[in-house]
């Protein structure tokens, strides 16, 4: 870097566990030379807020709870505050959200759900206007006798939304409404039976979409149509090496800026798999996979830059970054954080 650069540091913050010792939600500094991760402070205003998700000078947080809720908070200052108290959202254990069309969307993994909040002026939340029930259910007895909703996010292209069902072994795709912004049912992509999909991430070029399957290690490549509303799959490809030793459980998938790259993390094998994409975007091969730097890494993210890559290692009780090769994509640690039962980090952008 120039030494004329005048970058200050950039923000994360890191959601955790409270059940399990965690210090809640953790703000800390990113330095823009080396990626590095300092935490500054925390706060425990909601129970395990386990997942994470910024709109602007707004941070939202669910907590994973029976009794499920979302948090918002101005993060503008200093030290995040509280917008009003945690708003319910009428389902159990929600385990991620989204700010999409003037609302936060959230999956709830227990109750099998899906939940819209609409988002006032100040950042703010209100009641749930929508309160989607899925159906249905999958083979592996043990873990898909009912809908268990994982992650929701907005899809690429058009007015839609995407939720992953890891009971029903499906993506359901939701239509925004073009004046409330609420969603309503669409379709649904059915998924190979017994799979378990968790997260999905978007081509860069909102042409495809690759799910990462929790049951089976395995990511399922499928085509994205923005006109239709419609998720078509096209194939699968491991993220474990062969003869790996198992139970593995895939939790988290990001796509490079430039879509020629997929990374996967694996509990279990406690693995970050690197896939490349070819340039149509219709296949994924498993290169390498590498040590994801602690235990039971619960998620993934990339800086603003794209040329790190941050894993969230819950049971090991860290965040650990990475410095991304550009030619391979084969990430190289570069340090780690104290974080007790870490579970998500998301960044803002450098001043």
């Not at 500054?40 to 669910?62: I, K």
């Not at 890494?297 to 970054?321: C, K, Q």
Request: hydrophobic share 40%; charged share 20%.
């Amino acid at each position: 870097m120039s030494g004329t650069d005048v970058r200050g540091p950039g923000r994360a913050f890191i959601g955790s566990f409270t059940s399990a010792g965690g210090r809640g939600i953790l703000t800390a500094e990113v330095d823009p030379d080396s990626g590095a991760l300092t935490v500054t402070g925390a706060t425990d205003a909601v129970p395990d807020p386990s997942y994470l998700a910024l709109a602007g000078p707004f941070l939202y947080a669910v907590s994973e709870a029976e009794e499920g809720a979302v948090a918002a908070f101005d993060v503008s200052g200093d030290v995040p505050r509280p917008l009003g108290a945690p708003v319910a959202v009428r389902g159990a254990g929600p385990t991620h959200l989204a700010v999409a069309a003037g609302h936060v969307l959230t999956a709830n993994y227990t109750s099998g759900s899906v939940t819209a909040l609409p988002v006032a002026a100040d950042g703010s939340l209100g009641d749930p206007a929508v309160v989607a029930l899925h159906e249905g259910s999958g083979p592996v007895a043990d873990r898909q006798s009912d809908p268990h909703a994982h992650q929701v996010l907005p899809a690429p292209g058009g007015p839609w939304a995407a939720a992953v069902d890891l009971g029903t072994d499906s993506v359901r795709i939701y239509a925004l409404d073009a004046l409330s912004g609420a969603p309503r049912p669409h379709g649904e992509a059915p998924l190979r039976p017994g799979t378990g999909p968790r997260h999905l991430a978007f081509h860069p070029a909102g042409t495809h979409a690759y799910v990462l399957n929790e049951l089976e290690p395995t990511l399922t490549v499928c085509r994205w149509d923005a006109t239709t509303g419609t998720l078509e799959p096209l194939g699968e490809t491991p993220v474990v090496a062969g003869g790996a030793a198992g139970p593995d459980y895939p939790s988290a998938i990001v796509a490079s800026p430039d879509g020629r790259f997929l990374w996967a993390a694996v509990r279990g094998d406690d693995s970050i798999a690197v896939l490349a994409v070819d340039p149509s975007g219709e296949k994924a091969e498993l290169r390498t996979t590498v040590p994801c730097g602690g235990r039971w890494p619960r998620d993934l993210a990339l800086d603003p830059s794209g040329r790190r890559l941050y894993a969230a290692n819950e049971r090991s009780g860290d965040v650990t970054w990475f410095d991304l090769d550009p030619e391979t994509g084969i990430p190289h640690r570069a340090g780690s954080v104290d974080a007790p039962a870490a579970s998500c980090v998301v960044f803002r952008r450098h001043a």
